[in-house]
């Protein structure tokens, strides 16, 4: 019987056959970095490709003009009482570029591993700096514009999922458009090739507001990976433009 | 003892088929309704010049500003704007299903339902070859796809030429586009690369997301027919001269939008640009 038995198993894992070994394998040697598990590779140089919603993303877009985003009463009010002289106060100046807002801005990101279970993304447009923990230890009290971000590997679909939080209240779109510091951001990141050999990073972004969003607000965006840095031209935060 | 052996034997069994199943159904899962979310890029056909956000090429940009709106008075241009890969840009939720092969039960096509004047996209699975380049060209195009992992890849050929914008930026029938699906929880965000080597001077590049909605959305939709609407067949083409044309500083006036912007000059998708707006 215990013979049989062992046919059984033999043959179950003969159909299986590639596909469970190396889980199997896997999941006796899990990777013991984020960095050792990363199903992709998201290091590197990556310029924006403004192909949609150019007119917000580009150029300021006058105050009022909030089509697409999903305000509640409360959000609409306050993206109607904007008031740019405001913004241009150098406490204010990088409401735009906050993490719920940040992939949308047009610019460069720098992606590298800061230690093995952290990655780093920053930006030239607004010079920030957004921290990706993979195992979060401890949450900072102070707000910030790019608040605190929990990273995991999404291993079935290849992507990374971003959970980012504590954030201090900015802006969805340049002209007033806000979020609160209430705001969840979700985000994806995946991977695609492009023709020519190229690589793109497609960034989704879930944004969750109670305060001022009457449901979730989601986008996408784009980024062609760059040979190198050459481009990467850092520009301080300005509501200006 | 008998008894305690078989159900240790069943256990590793079942063990090891739950272990294994999740490697071998790699696919996602695609099917159902996907509400259209409304969140972007809502401003791209308001304006008759706005060709914002498109890399157009001389001819492309030439043909688009030749284009009067008159034109979908002709019966034989009245379904030109709607192209297959108008459900990437237009205000509509997709609707997939499946359709299986009935013995093996494996997928032979994905389809992505028709919605007012688009016409439905079958995505073919099972490894049927494109058409010759001599075979029919339609408005939905030929579709092959297959799955990369978790994402599912297609790719269009055979399309008529039509508008990559309603506003009148062309598509030839040249143009190809690879589609990605990638699915994350209750979104799922669609990246369509539009290859067009007469119209384009790169690729054009869109994503777009949609929600997994618990209202079903309909498979069909009311198809373009045409009509007569004033204008018989053989009379002259409403167009206007590419370099009169009334509409091409619109975007300027309402927007400040540098022209070159408005025109789909490629460099104006680029960080770049923004500086050289603020100088």
Not at chain 2, 162 to 189: C, N
Not at chain 2, 243 to 269: H, I, Q, S
Request: proline share 8%; charged share 20%.
């Amino acid at each position: 019987m215990t013979r049989r038995c062992a046919s059984i198993i033999i043959v179950v894992v003969l159909v299986t056959g590639g596909a469970l070994a190396p889980r199997l394998i896997r999941a006796q040697t899990p990777p013991a970095t984020a960095r050792a598990a990363a199903p992709i590779d998201l290091t590197g140089y990556w310029v924006a490709f403004v192909t949609e919603d150019w007119r917000f993303r580009m150029i300021l877009p006058p105050r009022g003009d909030y089509r697409g985003v999903p305000l509640n009463a409360r959000g609409r009010q306050a993206a109607d009482a904007w008031d740019p002289m405001a913004d241009a106060m150098p406490a204010n100046q990088c409401r735009p570029y906050g993490a719920a807002a940040i992939m949308r801005v047009p610019g460069r990101l720098r992606i590298t591993w800061q230690d093995d279970n952290t990655l780093r993304i920053e930006t030239d447009a607004g010079t920030q700096t957004r921290i990706l923990r993979f195992n979060p230890t401890t949450t900072v009290a102070t707000r910030t514009w790019q608040g605190d971000s929990t990273a995991r590997w999404d291993q079935p679909n290849r992507a990374l999922a971003v959970t980012t939080r504590n954030l201090l209240p900015g802006y969805l779109r340049r002209n007033g458009v806000p979020y609160s510091e209430n705001a969840k951001v979700t985000e994806y990141f995946d991977l695609a090739p492009t023709p020519g050999n190229g690589e793109l990073l497609i960034v989704t972004t879930v944004v969750d507001d109670p305060t001022y969003l009457a449901r979730r607000f989601i986008v996408s965006s784009h980024f062609k990976k760059e040979r190198d840095g050459s481009k990467w031209s850092p520009i301080p935060c300005s509501a200006r433009w | 003892m008998l008894r305690a052996l078989v159900t240790t034997c069943l256990a590793v069994v079942l063990a090891l088929l739950f272990a294994a199943s999740d490697s071998l159904r790699a696919e996602a899962e695609l099917t159902g309704s996907w509400a259209a979310l409304g969140s972007e890029d809502l401003a791209g056909d308001t304006l008759p010049v706005d060709y914002t956000g498109l890399p157009l090429n001389d001819e492309g940009r030439t043909r688009a500003l030749s284009y009067s709106e008159s034109q979908l008075g002709m019966i034989e241009r009245q379904c030109q704007g709607w192209p297959a890969f108008y459900f990437v840009q237009g205000p509509f939720g997709l609707k997939i299903w499946s359709d299986a092969e009935p013995v093996k039960g494996t997928v032979t096509s994905y389809t992505i339902g028709a919605w007012e004047d688009r016409a439905p996209m079958v995505i073919w699975m099972d490894g049927r070859p494109h058409p010759s380049k001599f075979a029919e060209h339609t408005r939905a195009g030929f579709t092959t796809g297959k799955w990369e992992g978790n994402t599912l890849v297609a790719y269009t050929t055979h399309m008529q030429a039509g508008f990559i914008r309603k506003t009148g930026p062309p598509s030839s029938d040249e143009a190809t586009m690879t589609t990605r699906f990638y699915r994350h929880d209750d979104v799922l965000t669609v990246l369509a690369v539009i290859e067009d080597p007469i119209y384009l001077a790169e690729p054009q590049i869109l994503t777009r997301s949609f929600q997994l909605s618990a209202t079903e959305l309909s498979p069909t939709g009311p198809p373009c027919l045409t009509t007569f609407e004033g204008r018989v067949p053989g009379e002259s083409t409403p167009h206007y001269d590419p370099d009169k044309n009334p509409f091409v500083d619109e975007m300027t006036k309402k927007y400040g939008v540098p022209r070159e912007a408005a025109l789909g000059y490629p460099e104006t998708l680029y960080p770049e640009y923004r500086v050289k707006m603020r100088r």
